[in-house]
């Protein structure tokens, strides 16, 4: 039974990955794999994921009720909508932008059925270009940023997989050290969090911070840190996402994200 969901998974990635638009660069350093994984991963995961799943939906509400103006909402990592309340966004706002660097069959199908909602591929970070070619200094994001029209930006679920793939294209095709791409890692988090910081209009950010290795019988065995050391600069709710139930990736652990989620930054209380 296993073994036959398990094939069934192959087989949809498989396809997943011959269907979905993907740029050069984005396909070398793993984005569009590792989009087709999630997917999968989410058809094997589906309850032990909805309180993350609805928690983040909840987060992202609460910020539109506390967002002025009705005109453009940008959300940065928008990728397979899982964690997003679309129509509510799409109904309240003139203009929705699903920001990603893949856009899943899904939710380019929601596109194309709604009149207001746009895909736009974007590389986030804006540096990834300069990593492919080995070049690791990290520079300031800043589109959008002059769009008077742009009344709510969401960090959806991205910020601990901006280094995720470039630091491992780094580590296995660039000879970078560990240290060398860990301190990549965290720049590009921290550039990430700089940019939130400079929007005018609310920004709402949804992030895991930690992530928990559990043992067999649900004991911690590790704790580490999921944006590579860097710190979350604004205080929070927070929640946990059993990511990896026992037996998702082996049966000897089961992995447990801490999540944070902040419907509006700047009334928060900032961190320092
Ligand atoms: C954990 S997924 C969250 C996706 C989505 N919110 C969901 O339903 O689960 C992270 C997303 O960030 C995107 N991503 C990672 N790095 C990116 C970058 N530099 N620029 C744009 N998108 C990026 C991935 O393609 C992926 O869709």
């Known amino acids: 039974m296993v073994t036959t969901v398990r094939i069934n998974d192959?087989?949809?990635?498989?396809?997943l990955?011959?269907?979905?638009?993907?740029?050069r660069n984005a396909r070398r350093l793993g984005f569009l794999q590792e989009s087709v994984a999630i997917i999968a991963r989410h058809r094997r995961c589906r309850n032990a994921w909805t309180p993350h799943l609805v928690r983040s939906k909840q987060t992202i509400l609460e910020a539109m009720r506390r967002t002025v103006g009705q005109h453009r909402a940008v959300i940065l990592g928008a990728g397979l909508d899982y964690d997003l309340?679309?129509?509510e966004l799409a109904d309240h706002f003139d203009e929705v932008l699903l920001v990603d660097l893949v856009h899943s069959p899904r939710i380019r199908l929601a596109a194309w059925r709604a009149r207001n909602i746009r895909l736009v591929?974007?590389?986030?970070?804006?540096?990834?270009?300069q990593l492919v070619k080995g070049q690791d200094n990290i520079t300031q994001p800043s589109r959008?940023?002059?769009?008077?029209?742009?009344?709510?930006v969401v960090s959806l679920n991205i910020a601990s997989q901006l280094p995720m793939l470039p630091a491992r294209f780094l580590e296995n095709r660039k000879g970078k050290t560990e240290a060398e791409t860990e301190a990549v890692g965290r720049a590009l988090v921290e550039?990430?969090?700089?940019?939130l910081a400079r929007?005018?209009?609310?920004?709402?950010?949804?992030?895991?911070?930690?992530?928990?290795?559990?043992?067999?019988?649900?004991?911690?065995i590790k704790r580490i840190s999921a944006l590579c050391e860097a710190e979350v600069p604004w205080a929070g709710p927070t929640w946990l996402w059993d990511i990896a139930?026992?037996?998702?990736?082996?049966?000897?652990?089961?992995?447990?994200?801490?999540?944070?989620?902040?419907?509006?930054?700047?009334?928060?209380?900032?961190?320092?």
């Open 245 to 272: 139930p026992l037996g998702e990736e082996d049966w000897s652990y089961a992995l447990r994200n801490r999540v944070i989620g902040i419907p509006c930054l700047s009334g928060s209380e900032r961190v320092e």
């Open 85 to 87: 309340p679309l129509t």
């Open 144 to 152: 959008f940023l002059d769009d008077p029209l742009v009344d709510l």
């Open 10 to 15: 192959m087989l949809m990635e498989a396809l």
């Open 121 to 129: 591929t974007h590389d986030v970070t804006e540096c990834l270009a």
């Open 17 to 23: 990955y011959l269907i979905t638009p993907c740029s």
């Open 191 to 195: 550039a990430h969090f700089n940019y």
């Open 199 to 220: 929007f005018r209009a609310n920004v709402c950010l949804i992030t895991d911070v930690e992530r928990e290795i559990l043992g067999p019988e649900g004991c911690l």
